[in-house]
């Protein structure tokens, strides 16, 4: 175990490298920004699976992709900001946590609707 300089038997908490708070807000917002182009081919693919017998719907697909993209960003967000967690500030915190908290709640959704219905 390793001793602070007070003498006291507490760890210290690593301090982030430099840039870590701003690398984790780039990847975070463009985890979001991914999150959110996947919407609208997400809708026209649901509308086009729905409303014709079309097979060569490529709305879904692109739809995934673009959601994968953002798992990557998010994952890629949320390890340095779990492995700094009490060195960063409340926002960059949040802000690193929201992707993963987004992914943990779409999964969630994804299972428990089938189930309802």
Known sequence: MSRNPDGSGAESVPEP??????????RAIW??????????????????????????NLAIPLAVLFWIAGFLCAVWAGIPTLRYWDSLPNTTRWLGALPLLYVS?????????????
């Open 17 to 26: 490298p430099f840039g870590t708070g701003r690398r984790i807000r780039n």
């Open 31 to 56: 985890a979001v920004a991914w999150f959110t182009a996947a919407v609208p081919p997400a809708f026209v693919g649901l509308g086009i699976a729905t409303g014709t017998n079309d097979p060569s």
């Open 105 to 117: 709640l779409f999964l969630s959704v994804a299972v428990v609707v089938p189930l309802l219905t």
